[in-house]
């Protein structure tokens, strides 16, 4: 509770300093704010917060633990990293970097949550800032038209998850998860509003992690935004969207697998081939991230069919190899052209900058699930645990992974050709930190495991 609060009261002191548009001082004051929230939740266990008595509704426990952290960690990339390009607008760099801030309250909430009505509160709080971060181009067409999109399909999502969980309280007469899960587990509740109500509450969270058939979203609302925006839907906005999905269906709703097991079959294997598919052809990087992004939420997706108990640990470690390749990729666009994120810019770029090159090769090897990176023990861990009682699954992943393999493949070829038009690009000390502690996190992410 003390993290998330610092969070909340950094967000409120940066809009503030938006009025003397000094975007250095706005980035050191939410840097301060990060540091002091990854510490105290770092320190969750070792002392005894004043607010404890207040805190009944948030739990962060083991890997909800290590997801907090994680999204802290991935919000301050993002705003070390979208510095430079976010910065030329002083106007409103403050304001945007406040939108962030109040959005990881959000997720912060989503990861912790242990009623409905704080489960509720989380998500709109994460999601309301980004619909507003995803126009802040406001010279760009496109991205009017991806907060428009984003806006209305996200607003649906929010009706259709209130009915759901209406029904659940027909269902069940609480709000309480706990309680809620008592009453599936001792078959206290009413079958038919149960059922109708889950099957509402998945659908919603589908949509925030961009799953078939909930993905239209993705690839428009991707490419009109920013590069540092994109980084962060595409890491803090959908960790808290997985945690809280998992922690639903595995633990709340566990025993009623049977009546949603086949929905999820269906939309695992959807998402796993068709975002693949549909990147064989983009040209655009942002479009491709998108498309890939709905493949790794299928695998991602698998943590709710596994038969162990490791399928949360499996989950972060996927979580910490797909945020870190993907800040990668989109910061180093940014550096070659924040206007233009066509995938023939990146012709030669590793051939004239060798520490970019290296920094993407890891990103893609790691994505296409190749040894010794986080991205493989990822998504090795998550199609372990389902081998043994949803093989067919686990043989769609594996070839999903390998058209994605071939995708990526194609990308690292192009990055080290000998490309004499390529740019030499000049690197400043933020965008290398961001870029060094991603790499750290592609290769020893994995030892959360040990």
């Known amino acids: ?3 998330l609060l610092v969070i909340f009261i950094t967000g409120l002191i940066s809009l503030f300093i938006g009025m003397m548009k000094k975007p250095g001082l706005a980035l050191s004051v939410n840097l301060i704010g990060l ?3 990854f510490l105290l939740f770092w320190n969750h266990t070792n002392y005894i917060s004043p607010l404890k008595s207040y805190s009944g509704a948030l739990v962060f426990n083991g890997p909800q633990l290590y997801l ?3 999204a802290v960690l991935l919000t301050a990339l993002v705003l070390v990293g979208g510095y430079a390009m976010q910065s030329k607008d002083k106007e409103h760099y403050a304001d945007i970097t406040s ?11 989503l990861i912790g949550f242990k009623d409905f009505f704080m489960f509720f509160i989380g998500l709109e709080i994460l999601s309301i800032p980004v619909y507003v971060l995803v126009g802040s181009r406001k010279s760009s067409p496109l991205a009017s038209e991806a907060a428009l999109k984003y806006f209305f399909t996200g607003s649906f999502a929010t009706a259709i998850l209130l009915f759901g969980i209406g029904l659940v309280f027909g269902a069940t007469g609480s709000f309480n998860l706990n309680e809620i899960g008592f009453a599936v587990m001792s078959g206290l509740y009413t ?10 509450i998945i659908a919603s969270l589908l949509f925030k992690v961009g799953a078939v058939p ?7 609302v991707y490419e009109g935004s920013t590069n540092a925006v994109t980084a962060f839907m595409s890491t803090v906005v959908k960790i808290a969207g997985f945690i809280a999905i998992f922690k639903l269906m595995k633990t709340t709703f566990g025993n009623l697998s049977d009546q949603w097991m086949y929905f999820m079959y269906a939309v695992i294997i959807a998402s796993l081939f ?15 991230m998108a498309y890939s992004g709905i493949s790794n939420t299928g695998i991602g ?16 470690i996927f979580l910490i190899g797909y945020g870190a390749s993907s800040l990668i990729l989109l910061f180093v666009s940014q550096l070659i052209n924040e206007e233009n994120d066509e995938i023939s810019s990146f012709q030669g770029i590793g051939y004239k900058n060798p520490f970019l090159g290296v920094a993407l090769l890891v990103a893609l090897l790691s994505l296409s699930g190749i040894p010794p990176f986080t991205g493989f023990f990822g998504k090795f861990l998550l199609i372990k645990d389902v081998i043994e009682f949803h093989p067919i699954l686990s043989i769609a992943a594996v070839i999903s992974a390998v058209i994605g393999a071939y995708i990526y493949l194609r990308l690292i070829l192009s990055i080290f050709s000998k490309e004499n038009t390529a740019p030499k690009i000049a690197l400043d000390w933020k965008i290398i930190s961001v870029i060094c502690i991603c790499l750290a996190l592609l290769t020893a992410g994995w030892m959360l495991i040990l």
């Open 35 to 37: 540091s002091t929230a």
């Open 274 to 288: 068709l975002g693949y598919l549909s990147g064989l052809k983009q040209t655009s990087l942002k479009r491709l």
């Open 99 to 109: 939108l962030m801030m109040f959005s990881l309250t959000g997720a912060i909430c």
């Open 301 to 316: 997706l698998l943590a709710l069919m596994n038969g162990t108990e490791t399928g949360e640990r499996s989950l972060v």
């Open 214 to 220: 909930f993905h239209f979203w993705n690839a428009d």
């Open 1 to 3: 509770m003390d993290a």
């Open 191 to 200: 079958p038919a509003l149960m059922i109708a109500g889950v099957l509402l």
């Open 68 to 70: 907090s952290l994680l």
